[in-house]
């Protein structure tokens, strides 16, 4: 990855999609501190703890029965509505009573995927890290961590393949493109929705370029006196307020954890951002009447 910035914000519900062997998981591993980067850093703030569901089963000893297990991490959960016990906890994660005194030995591997997410949900994270859910936990335990997640306050980063899951819990999607990672507003149908209109605006263009570029050449108006000066400075102020852009983004990731000041240069970077998507529209306008 080059020339990659993110913010993570409280709430975030960010989706990260690529093919196979792109980075993805890499990227996760960066964010939960597990692996350094050779270059650029990773800042986390202070009061941030991390669960990390990976493909690999971590931390699970299998010789402890499966109530013992999780009364390690705690005897009991607190809720919106109240508390909940442990052996209330395990029911609704699709763990009869019967199962509570079960040997760990004993599970399938989807109940010890389960098992080991509900551990990791009770060691009270701030962040979730979610590496390919839909590989190993069945539609119902999906289900089930859908609705935890619409409870949950803190930031969720999911890969996934998965259309359905990702349309559920993301609403920002990263995409490794071409040795980039693009910046997505919307939810995963939203991404491949977009990426197919690109396709096809691409294909309709290189079709029609020709006659297009004869069109133009045939209609094209000439400057005024106006537009000539205006054309003569909008590039040096289009770098400026690029890099204004830049330097807000670089503030906003030094003042991750102040969210007073981070509100503050949100609002300056929305402004920017809006000025400069004008003046990119004024410069490609003027590019045709040169």
Do not use: C
Not at 44 to 71: M, W
Not at 106 to 114: H, Q, V
Not at 120 to 149: G, Q, R, Y
Not at 245 to 252: C, G
């Amino acid at each position: 990855m080059e020339n990659f910035n993110l913010l993570v914000q409280n709430k975030d519900r960010i989706g990260i999609v690529g093919d196979n062997g792109v980075g993805k998981s890499t990227l996760l591993n960066l964010i939960a501190g597990r692996i350094q980067s050779q270059t650029g850093q990773v800042t986390i703030g202070e009061t941030i703890r991390i669960a990390y569901f990976s493909q690999q089963i971590e931390g699970l000893d299998e010789s402890k029965r499966v109530i013992n297990f999780l009364q390690e991490v705690a005897e009991e959960v607190k809720t919106s509505k109240g508390t909940t016990s442990i052996a209330e906890l395990l029911e609704q994660f699709l763990f009869p009573r019967s199962t509570h005194g079960t040997l760990i030995e004993k599970l399938s591997g989807g109940e010890k995927k389960r098992l080991y997410l509900l551990k990791l949900l009770l060691e009270k994270p701030n962040v979730l890290l979610l590496d390919e859910p839909t590989n190993d936990l069945d539609i119902a335990t999906l289900t089930v961590l859908e609705s935890f997640l619409q409870t949950f306050s803190g930031p969720v980063i999911t890969v996934s393949h998965d259309r359905y899951f990702l349309d559920k819990v993301s609403s920002k999607i990263l995409a490794f493109e071409n040795g980039t990672v693009r910046e997505f507003y919307g939810n995963y149908t939203d991404y491949l929705d977009e990426k197919d209109f690109e396709f096809q605006q691409l294909s309709t263009s290189k079709s029609e370029t020709k006659e297009k570029q004869v069109k133009i050449k045939e209609e094209k108006k000439r400057m005024t006196y106006h537009e000539k000066k205006e054309w003569e400075i909008i590039e040096a102020e289009i770098e400026k307020i690029e890099m204004e852009v830049k330097i807000i983004e670089t503030k906003m990731l030094e003042n991750g954890t102040d969210f007073g000041e981070l509100s503050i240069l949100q609002a300056e970077l929305d402004k920017l951002n809006e000025i400069l998507l004008q003046k990119y529209e004024r410069y490609d306008y003027l590019s045709e009447l040169v």
